[in-house]
């Protein structure tokens, strides 16, 4: 399984941008998706995560700025971001959990390579 995340870029502060990820490879099914950031220094951290059953989870951060959304048929899980500020500047990574066929029904937790967002006028 395979993830592949786009959608950074240069975004004017109180802007928005939208994030896309990606999966590929033999799932056969998919659980918790989401998006953490990272800048440098920092630990990863959650922005948000949308289970199968569409239970959604921000950080305070992200709450009333961000939409997370899923299309499974797809594969693929999408942020929204509006009103972003300097301090969103970081790069993004998208994690996918879920169940792929190898020899056996195999559970996988996979990243994507991460896409940089950055703020800035």
């Known amino acids: 399984v395979q993830l592949q995340a786009s959608g950074g870029g240069l975004v004017q502060p109180g802007g928005s941008r939208r994030l896309s990820c990606a999966a590929s490879?033999?799932?056969?099914?998919?659980?918790?998706m989401a998006w953490y950031r990272q800048t440098p220094g920092k630990q990863r951290e959650l922005v948000a995560s949308i289970r199968s059953g569409g239970a959604l989870n921000y950080a305070d951060s992200a709450k009333g700025r961000s939409d997370i959304s899923r299309d499974d048929a797809k594969k693929s899980v999408f942020l929204q971001m509006n009103r972003l500020e300097p301090a969103d500047t970081a790069v993004y990574y998208c994690?996918?959990?879920?169940?792929?066929?190898?020899?056996?029904?195999?559970?996988?937790?996979?990243w994507g390579q991460g896409t940089l967002v950055t703020v800035s006028s």
């Open positions: 490879g033999s799932i056969f099914s998919l659980g918790v």
């Open positions: 994690n996918v959990q879920g169940f792929m066929i190898a020899t056996t029904i195999t559970e996988f937790d996979k």
